[in-house]
């Protein structure tokens, strides 16, 4: 059986909840809901949607490099919106993202998310080697 590798981010809700930032099983690997919110805890891109996908996106693709992985591997992701109307802001920063990679997809609004000034969560799934 693969060994399970875990990336933390350093927060104290991953001890407090149980979760890891990202985990990897062989080739498969697996990124928590990720949020616009900076090294310090501030929110990026306040009241921007597309302002927060794009750092989200760039948060991701960093620890994708870390666990060895790279956006060009996701095969799924998930993007949950606080306004269902803003889903063509966010597509701008998904296209920049996935437009070569053309993972499955989807985009579900939700009630809020786990701070008020959050518009925008994503989360994915890779399979390292499994690029475009």
């Known amino acids: 059986m ?13 001890e407090r909840v149980g979760y890891s930032r990202a985990v990897r099983v062989g080739n ?4 928590s809901g990720t949020t616009a919110t900076d090294d310090d805890g501030n929110v990026v891109g306040k009241d921007d949607p597309e302002a927060q996908a794009r750092y989200i ?3 991701i ?3 994708l490099e870390e666990i060895g992985s790279s956006l060009s591997d996701v095969v799924r992701y998930r993007c949950y919106v606080t306004n269902a109307d ?10 920049e993202a996935f437009a070569s990679v053309r993972p499955a997809s989807t985009l579900v609004e939700v009630s809020r998310l786990v701070g008020a000034d959050y518009l925008v969560e994503i989360d994915v799934d890779a399979v390292i080697g499994g690029t475009a």
Do not use: M
Request: zero cysteines; aromatic letters at 10%.
């Open 57 to 59: 996106l760039r948060k």
């Open 2 to 14: 693969e060994a399970r590798q875990h990336i933390g981010s350093g927060t104290i809700w991953e």
């Open 61 to 63: 693709g960093q620890v």
């Open 28 to 31: 498969l690997v697996f990124v």
């Open 86 to 95: 803003d889903w063509q802001k966010v597509g701008v920063a998904l296209h």
